[in-house]
């Protein structure tokens, strides 16, 4: 065959799966203290064509985002330990909010740290 | 009820043809408002715990034997045997059961607006339906007369007849209800969550003031309030006109807004009113005494 074959893609999370995901913060990323919160710098990786021409096109290495308010104390909480159900119970406490609010407001937050690179979620708890 | 166990663990459900206090539990997770043919789908985290689904009919239907054909068309799609319905009748409504694990719906019908509004609970329990279900099915209301209860999303208010429901923008932790009356008059309920993220360091006079201005109104003025006995706010402010002659001319519609922070239940509610200049106008306090629940 002229092309590769494409990787299976894995079979999709079930609803509750995703609930038990145990989100953490990304270990390769670089924290400082700021006057209100903390600023995390992500380093940016590129892949494929761009990896080798990053440098000559002098594309940007890293990308810095200011954690405050919030934000910082739902980053806090992302230990590896929490499953994303704690997460979405923290939150609907802490404000006294219904369930499926909370579970939208804390889904939308994750996906975009995760975007963001500042979170992974494995999709099995990491061994002990 | 306020302060009562009861209120404690309900909230208010309503409609334009239909009140009733569910769970706190339950929130709304699918719906379609057509007034004609709508339904409600409620969840709690566990999943589907109820839906209600209204829909305008030609006459006056045999609820029962409604009932039992959605039972006997259930039965013979799991493959299962007919087998009558148990029937008993709670508040306004005509129950019907099967067997523990089977489906229950009530049934009620409104006549002044030949309406049929069905209840369906997916998994019959006698416990759990005596101690969950049955409060809800007696608060179970249809609305008649002359003023409406609207409750959605935790969002309450209940208005004269005459305003009808125009939007609902439900967002998490903030819920945005729209309704005018025939003579252009624009009413907005709001009800937002998480109070101290949003406020900031803002007081309440603040946050209205930015909420309007966000939102292409023109202050005219804004003072701290109690209302409700609450910390809130008190704005006036002008809209463009959206409607008819007035829209073409840009003419200024006055407004006015209220808000208060309900600091126990760490909520902001305003409630925003504007129209053409001589169009007769709600009372805004009146409507937020009967408006704080929830």
Known sequence: MWFKSKPKSPAALSFTGQLEALPQQNQHVTRAPHERGIVITVELVYNGMLSPLAKTLKLRRAKKYWVDGLQLEIYQLIDGQRSVALLIEWLAERFQLGHLEARSLMVQYLAVLLARGLIAIPLRAPAA | ?294
């Open chain 2, 1 to 294: 009820m306020a302060g009562t166990e009861a209120s404690q663990s309900t909230t208010r459900l309503a409609w334009r043809w239909f009140a009733a206090s569910i769970p706190k539990t339950w929130e709304i997770a699918a719906y379609h408002l057509d007034d004609h043919d709508g339904q409600l789908q409620l969840h709690d985290r566990d999943g589907l715990q109820a839906q209600l689904i209204w829909k305008t009919v030609k006459r006056a239907p045999d609820l029962r034997r409604l009932m039992d054909d959605i039972h006997r068309r259930a039965r013979e799609t799991a493959k299962l045997p007919p087998q009558p319905l148990t029937f008993s009748t709670i508040g306004v409504c005509a129950v019907g059961h099967g067997e523990p694990g089977e489906a229950a719906y009530a049934s009620a019908f409104l006549p002044t607006a030949k309406l049929l509004l069905q209840w369906y609970c997916p998994r019959f329990e006698p416990a759990e339906f005596t101690e969950v279900w049955e409060p809800v099915l007696r608060s179970f209301a249809l609305a008649e007369g002359e003023s409406r209860e609207w409750a959605l999303f935790n969002a309450r208010i209940t208005l004269p007849a005459r305003f009808v429901f125009t939007e609902v923008l439900p967002q998490p932790a903030n819920i945005r209800m729209d309704f005018s009356d025939p003579k252009r008059v624009q009413l907005r309920v709001r009800r937002f969550g998480m109070a101290s993220v949003l406020l900031g360091s803002d007081d309440e006079a603040a946050f209205l003031d930015r909420l309007l201005r966000g939102e292409h109104a023109a202050i005219d003025a804004r003072e701290s309030a109690t209302i409700n006995g609450r910390a809130g706010a008190r704005v006036r402010f002008r809209r463009r006109g959206t409607r008819a002659l007035d829209q073409l001319t840009g003419r200024w519609w006055p407004g006015e807004a209220l808000l208060w922070h309900d600091r126990d239940t760490q909520r902001l509610h305003t409630i925003e009113q504007w129209g053409p200049r001589r169009a007769l106008r709600l009372d805004l306090d009146a409507l937020a005494r009967q408006s704080h629940v929830v």
